[in-house]
């Protein structure tokens, strides 16, 4: 007889998320009544704008509760692909090859799967994003790691991607800016990439979730915009959650040559159907209404960059933290190796004792750091920042 309890080798193998894991435990120790400093969020702490709120209700009250086609609402489709061939410069993309998803991270988890046979090898620079990896195991990949840290600031060189290649390599993986250490490559970064794997001819997946949360002027560059050859090799992934502060929706797009968005559009109509149908409508609204969304989010990112530099300032004046200066997302990743302890020990031990959140760097193929976001408030950054401190002073003298 077989045994019920032994699970399949795909759920025996897959680690659940950390970061979801230390913002609960948090959660939790306040839920019970403890003063807790948190820097594990990864999402926005601002409401969704009003206007895309009620463009959602609108939908709901009107009767908009029935499927809607696998791909997206096709006005949401059309709009999506004119925004990438307007602000992102992606020349003739079209709304067949936009899929509207439940979420970002599933469009990430549909593009490796439509791609990626089992045996093939998909290249991952660390420090990477948690899910990345288990996404890759879970479509029969291997997760090829190549780092970059602090010294590199965090990216990758054409000559590391290079030494990565392999005849089973089938997919590059770039995440500008990056979750979790905040950095962005410069367009003449990512086309010398971009070069390296249009040679080698394989997929480059470019999650550009954070694409407009971006500091001290820096600008982003979309790789399926560079030339003919990287849209027919680039598959764009992006969504609502973190630029107009919608994690909870569950709204990600995914833009790609045709022939992979009609498959992606195929394996999502066989395991989600469609993203859901009222929530289109008040992304549409984000969309339709581009200035209203704009402004809304240079007002979420004022107070990003002010929180930014507030935790930086005091990260930078702590002994034994080494701390770049971060240019997007919402997130800081300090080097703590000098401080003794493993990040995963560092953070047990200082959420026990401080009642301080940080999540870290071992998930995301970086132990010796931390990621701290800043999508909190300036009170919990200042009593964070006194707590640590205070925790590492206890550190060094012990
Ligand atoms: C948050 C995040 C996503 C996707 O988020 P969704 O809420 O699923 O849209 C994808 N990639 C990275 C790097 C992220 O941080």
Not at 11 to 31: C, G, R, W
Not at 49 to 62: D, V
Not at 242 to 265: E, N
Not at 315 to 334: V, W
Request: charged share 20%; glycine share 8%; proline share 6%.
């Amino acid at each position: 007889m077989a045994n019920l309890l032994k699970l399949s080798s795909w759920a025996s193998n897959i680690a659940p998320s950390p970061t979801l894991a230390v913002d609960a435990k948090a959660k939790e120790l306040k839920a019970a009544g403890e003063d807790v400093c948190g820097f594990g969020a990864g999402e926005p702490d601002f409401d969704t704008p009003e206007f895309i709120k009620e463009a959602c209700a609108e939908a709901l009250m009107a009767g908009k509760t029935k499927y809607a086609p696998a791909p997206g609402l096709p006005e949401l489709r059309a709009a999506i692909a004119e925004k990438y061939r307007r602000d992102n410069a992606v020349e003739g993309v079209e709304a067949a090859q936009v899929v509207v998803s439940p979420g970002g991270k599933y469009s990430c988890y549909l593009a490796i799967l439509a791609v990626v046979s089992p045996g093939d090898e998909v290249i991952i620079p660390a420090p990477y994003w948690v899910s990345y990896p288990e996404m890759v195991k879970l479509a029969g990949g291997l997760p090829k790691t190549v780092f970059a840290g602090q010294d590199a600031g965090f990216k990758i060189t054409p000559e590391q991607l290079r030494a990565a290649i392999t005849p089973k390599t089938r997919m590059l993986i770039l995440n500008s800016p990056s979750n979790p250490t905040g950095a962005i490559y410069e367009k003449a970064e990512l086309e010398a990439l971009v070069a390296v794997a249009l040679e080698a001819g394989i997929y480059i997946m470019s999650d550009e979730i954070y694409e407009y949360l971006l500091y001290d002027g820096v600008t982003h560059a979309s790789p399926a915009s560079f030339s003919k050859e990287a849209a027919a090799s680039v598959i764009t992934v992006a969504g609502f959650s973190k630029t107009f502060s919608m994690t909870g929706w569950r709204l990600g797009t995914l833009m790609a040559p045709a022939p992979v968005a009609k498959a992606v559009s195929s394996l999502q109509s066989q395991t989600s159907s469609n993203a859901t149908t009222f929530a289109q409508y008040g992304a549409l609204a984000a969309m339709q209404q581009w200035d209203k969304s704009m402004a809304a989010v240079n007002q979420m990112i004022e107070v990003f960059d002010r929180r930014r530099l507030r935790l930086l300032a005091g990260l930078k004046a702590i002994d034994g933290i080494e701390c770049a200066r971060a240019q997007g997302a919402f997130y800081l990743f300090p080097n703590i190796e000098a401080l003794g302890l493993s990040a995963n020990e560092f953070a047990a031990k200082i959420l026990e004792e401080e009642k301080v959140a940080v999540v870290p760097g071992e998930g995301f193929g970086a132990p010796g750091y931390m990621r701290l976001s800043y999508a909190t408030s300036d009170e919990v950054i200042d009593k964070g920042l006194e707590r640590l401190a205070r925790f590492c002073a206890k550190l060094s003298a012990s």
